[in-house]
């Protein structure tokens, strides 16, 4: 019943894990699709290993968190490694970044044919030296980052964009024009910023971070919402995904599956299976015979 | 909010050993059940950095929390330039702990890794458990928390790879002697990895449950991340950590091999 | 202690009613003053008659609630009327909006001899026929809009900017560089979109709205941090503000003075009273004598 | 979350005139101090706009709530066309309600103003005060809750305006017959506000204390949009309100006068 198809990718359920959130291993990752989720993306990684920033990179705020943890990874080498250990099933995106097409179509096909997804990560509002949203905010960039990666490589790409944009629309057009076989709505909001109040300092070392949670749900939700009439492809929806009510939500409002990523923190991995369960109790008591009737369907009334 | 640092006058600083420095903090908690547990991890903001530290001292009379701290680096150094009425930002308590079973224990802790250690002999002892306490570090004034573990009623028994103190050689070769006469209920422990690997053998081999606190590079600290992950569990050491049960310990597969560095490259130990 | 100046005009304290809430009549401003406000600002108005959009207009969300009034107000004529029976001593920012820079000049030309301040509203995230963010998301309309009224005026003036920009520094020294006499930062994030499960409908009438509370206070805070770089001219903060621990955040990330709004849903008009004394014993505590001295001293460190 | 609406199927619809009907909507409530109270009101919305709407019913041994509503334009036309089964939003309860001082009352409501009234009555008979209400309208066939407030024990007194049933004439005549011979320690009233305004004329010759609820234009509902404020005190009906003392009532310079559109506007009654 919860069974999906994106960008022709059989999901068990419509619940994926969101970049950034315990991808960084095989382990970690293995151990998050057994805990029910559909599908799994890794944490970002690039052509070189990267640090990230100092801590404090994450702070919590009302309504969620911020982060600024800055990219870190092993690079492709290392990171191909931790790919080859994932078990068989898993259901899995890489989710990569680079300063430019040639790096984004790089590293995308070295691991084409070790994941069954790409993400583009073209929006981390924290990047370092013109990675992240400097491109996601640029509708002529993501598609010039998009269009290398789709030359590189077979398997489907989602782009993953940032919301904090004048005019969300015009880069989604421009994504889809490129030819991303699907969205993701939406990378971590804002920036915020949190000051601790006895020593005046900003807590992030980096001074400003993506917040992310169920304060940025609303937000998500209408970029989801938006970009529905705007675009054929089909959209991936994330931002403040705690249960199946606000899996139903972005649903309706017009995505075909959707990611969880901070509720993690309040409960575990365990959180994919308890939301299909909730899921699938929701359907069967409204009605629903498979999640792909629900897509979209606030737009039909 | 709990995953914010709340920065806070160093109360008092004690100079534990040679290398060692443990910073005081007040720290009132209203409900008792909140109160931190041996084995649990504060993360310490010195305003240029912060890193995971255990907590080392929990006296829920005078309401404070102690984290004692190696001088070891840039992180550490600066930490123990500070002095009392100097800030640090600490947010948690984080992890899981030591979990008290049995009447009586044998505690193992090598180096730093005496700070979670002394913590649970405290509580051990404040409930009557009979605890042997192996203190073990390199060399006799890097030995930690000796007196105050005697206070508290635990049979110390030093250790030193040098032997200016107590047994000469290392924590697993003492333990390995103790176990052969005495029984023990639970062991707990800490330390560098490859004692405690040894240690797991050695309670394996003389089936005595056995309880070990590990370390990871740590960034949230709050189980998003993905930084302390450890293979081939996924487990994430700030949240089904930092203490496992030495049956845990046996899945997680790195341990004792590797650990990740701040950009998720593998490190042999 | 706390008083301050803002644009040369003397606040008794540095909170301000935020445009919106319980700004619709004198009464009300009136009532908001005695509660302890530095200053009120009228909810905005415009030339015509304007009655906003079908209920619901309001809804909660996790970390705040979202609004699609849609600008009511009975127009400048009867605003004028309003204006007037404002208590002598009350300190007033009157909030206006228009479609084009002669419609702002205008309304700003009849009540200048009402008013201490006026506040440019070119940031409604939910407007009607290009009034509100469609001006503030684009630095050269906003900078026609804060030019026509600084030549029709003599009195202060402040523009409100919108949060929901790409660039947000380009608009704030576009205001600046056109005469703008200060910032109020930011008007409601997003906007953001709420969908009722049973029905699949989004519940505004409007469909999103723009979101405000303790969610959106990071996000205004990062604003007012970044722009505070960037301009000379004093900034008002304003978004989540609760209490006076959000308000030190907001002066030691840059802002002169702040405003409150959303708070007054939970605590009602005391809310500003409650701040104020919080604020006095905070510096009393940390050895402030001036509000003056803590603006922008996360700069400092 | 409180002010989000409730999306619900009304369970039973009561035509209670020729234009008021009542929409019944179980209600169960976990915490009997979250139990709506006598005076205050519901956003109800029916998928194109949202208007508040008395509570007229509160039943908590059947778990029910109810709302009147009279026909009188688009929205209320398109409630009324709706049947048992159909869904409507919910939101609430929202404001101030009446507060039951003494042990005998007078209550008065005229035409849908009865709503409150008669939730009130139910309110008051329960607790054993003595009540007589005046149910006031334009015409026999457009009185409300007769038998229902008799069946509370109230002593009922109809009052119609063209003497179809009862009283013959303006509520506020009938209420200064009353006070020629009866004694009471409150009045509470809802209905036109030229009607209250009598009423609290009368109440202040009498000096019985007297509490009036009010209507205005709503928007959020929750304090915030300044809609419902009224002149001169600004205090926002649906918070401070909708019931206000008759003391307060005389500091409200526009009661009786006039009400704001949802332009803001001010029409006159």
């Not at chain 1, 052509?47 to 943890?69: C, D, L």
């Not at chain 2, 006058?9 to 909140?34: A, C, G, L, M, Q």
């Amino acid at each position: 019943m919860l069974e999906i198809k994106i960008c022709d990718i059989k999901l068990k359920n419509p619940t994926m894990l969101a970049a950034g959130v315990m991808g960084s291993t095989a382990s970690s990752l293995n151990w998050v699709y057994r805990s029910g989720a559909g599908a799994v993306v890794t944490k970002s990684f690039s052509s070189q290993p990267n640090k990230g920033y100092n801590n404090p990179t994450t702070v919590e705020v009302e309504g969620g968190i911020i982060n600024a943890i800055g990219l870190s990874n092993p690079g492709v080498e290392t990171f191909k490694k931790e790919l080859k250990r994932l078990d068989p099933q898993v259901k899995v995106a890489a989710s990569i970044y680079g300063a430019s097409p040639e790096e984004f179509a790089e590293v995308a096909s070295q691991v084409e044919k070790k994941v069954n997804l790409l993400e583009l990560n073209v929006s981390c509002p924290h990047a370092m030296g013109g990675c992240g949203a400097a491109i996601g905010q640029d509708a002529e960039l993501t598609f010039e980052v998009v269009k290398a990666v789709k030359k590189s490589v077979s398997i489907p790409v989602i782009t993953k964009l940032t919301p904090n944009v004048t005019d969300l629309i015009e880069i989604a057009i421009s994504a889809a024009d490129a030819g991303s076989d699907a969205l993701t709505l939406i990378n971590s909001l804002g920036p915020g910023l949190k000051i601790d109040l006895e020593t005046s300092r900003p807590v992030l070392s980096n001074q400003i971070g993506g917040m992310s949670g169920p304060a940025i749900k609303p937000i998500a939700l209408r970029c989801v919402y938006e970009v529905f009439k705007a675009v054929e492809i089909p959209i991936i929806g994330v931002g403040g995904i705690f249960n199946y009510h606000d899996v139903v939500e972005f649903l309706f409002a017009g995505a075909s599956a959707v990611q969880v990523g901070t509720a993690i923190m309040h409960y575990g991995p365990e959180i994919f299976n308890e939301i299909a369960v909730g899921l699938e109790k929701f359907m069967i008591k409204k009605g629903f015979s498979q999640v792909d009737d629900m897509v979209g369907i606030s737009h039909k009334i | 909010m709990k995953h914010v640092p709340n920065v806070m006058e160093i109360k008092k600083i004690i100079k534990e050993s040679e290398s060692v420095k443990t910073f005081i903090f007040d720290w009132k908690v209203e409900n008792k059940y909140d109160y931190p547990l041996p084995g649990q991890f504060m993360m310490i903001w010195n305003f240029e950095d912060e890193k995971p530290m255990s907590i080392s001292l929990i006296d829920p009379l005078k309401e404070e929390l102690g984290i004692s701290i190696k001088k070891i680096g840039k992180f550490s150094s600066q930490v123990h330039s500070l002095k009392e009425g100097d800030k640090l930002g600490i947010r948690g308590p984080y992890g899981k702990g030591f979990d008290l079973k049995g009447s009586k224990i044998l505690a193992v802790g090598g180096g730093i890794g005496m700070a979670p250690v002394a913590t649970m002999v405290d509580h051990a002892r404040d409930r009557g458990v009979s605890v042997d306490v192996i203190s073990a570090s390199l060399t006799s004034n890097e030995l930690l928390f000796i007196e105050r573990m005697k206070n508290a009623g635990a049979n110390v028994l030093s250790c030193t790879d040098d032997g200016t103190c107590g047994f000469k050689g290392f924590a697993t070769d003492r333990v390995k002697q103790l176990l052969e006469n005495q029984k023990y209920d639970l062991i707990i422990s800490c330390g560098p990895e490859l004692m405690m690997k040894g240690i797991l053998e050695l309670a394996e081999e003389h089936h005595i449950p056995a309880q070990f606190s590990m370390e990871r590079w740590m960034k949230c600290a709050m189980g998003l991340c993905g930084q302390c992950c450890v293979d081939d569990t996924g487990w994430r050491v700030c949240v089904e950590g930092p203490v496992f049960w030495g049956h845990e310990i046996k899945m997680i597969t790195e341990f004792g091999k590797y650990h990740r560095d701040s950009s998720g490259t593998a490190k042999p130990f």
